[in-house]
């Protein structure tokens, strides 16, 4: 009986990419979920290069572990508060859109505007999550991962209006000092001063008036304690209602919102401490 021929062993370098393709096609997938918050198969597939087939196997096996969640057929996929278990390094920002979610869907399925929440990103306020896709009224472009103007966007007015003292006099120092347009109004120290006061007074930021935008924010911060973790805002068509209006029938449903992200941002970290 001849001997069995033995099988040459693959490099090792081979065999050990053969043995991390898999891994590395998740870790693709769940960095490019990180990056957009929310995406569709269509936009993991532009993202990544994967086929899809190959996604929507990797995307169902990461559902049944619990670090994905399809939100609908139309937003696509999102990352899971479980993730934070994967990395410390999980960051506060994904914290606050993860404890947002259900809540901002719940605004705009009342009340059918589109919400936002932004979270700060050094002298600007970068949209993490957008109901746009859920609203019938929309009528802004897809806002996911912009950067809005602190002094500007009713996102940045009511983050700045709430933050604490030192967080507002650094980043007003930052803003004065920036050569973009956008950040020109810094400078004027009596101007901002008094504007961010009276957001304090009412409770809510707005938008400043753009020529040629057609849509509102009417904003408030979602406080941490003493410090603001973020803002969310309603985009509503000016057209259609002035601001007096748009606060007597949205801010109270806004801050109660508000108030229930921040509980919840606490409870989860209190249970990933």
């Known amino acids: 009986m001849a001997p069995l021929k033995r099988r040459r062993p693959m490099p090792r370098s081979q065999a050990e990419i053969e043995g991390v393709q898999p891994v590395l096609r998740s870790l693709a997938v769940l960095e490019a979920l990180n990056a957009a918050g929310t995406a569709t198969l269509a936009r993991l597939h532009a993202e990544t290069g994967l086929p899809k087939p190959t996604l929507v196997r990797l995307l169902e096996t990461m559902i049944a572990g619990g670090y994905v969640r399809r939100v609908s057929r139309t937003a696509g996929y999102t990352l899971t508060e479980r993730v934070l278990r994967l990395s410390s390094g999980f960051r506060h920002g994904d914290l606050v859109v993860e404890a947002a979610r259900p809540f901002l869907s719940a605004l705009t399925a009342e009340h059918k505007w589109p919400v936002a929440l932004a979270t700060l990103d050094r002298d ?78 009412r409770g809510y930021a707005t938008t400043a008036p753009m020529r040629g935008d057609a849509s509102m924010g009417l904003a408030v911060p979602i406080m941490a304690g003493e410090k603001a973790a973020a803002s969310i805002t309603m985009r509503y068509i000016g057209s259609t209602m002035n601001e007096a209006e748009a606060a007597k029938r949205y801010l109270a449903p806004m801050r109660q919102a508000a108030a229930a992200i921040a509980a919840a941002l606490e409870r989860m970290r209190v249970n990933a401490a």
Do not use: H
């Open 124 to 201: 600007a306020m970068r949209v993490r999550i957008s109901t746009r896709q859920e609203s019938p009224f929309s009528t802004d472009p897809d806002w996911l991962n912009r950067r809005l103007p602190m002094l500007l966007s009713a996102l940045g007015r009511a983050y700045l209006a709430f933050c604490p003292d030192e967080e507002r006099r650094l980043l007003l120092a930052m803003l004065k000092s920036s050569k973009a347009a956008i950040n020109a109004q810094a400078r004027d120290e009596k101007y901002v001063s008094s504007m961010l006061a009276a957001i304090r007074k």
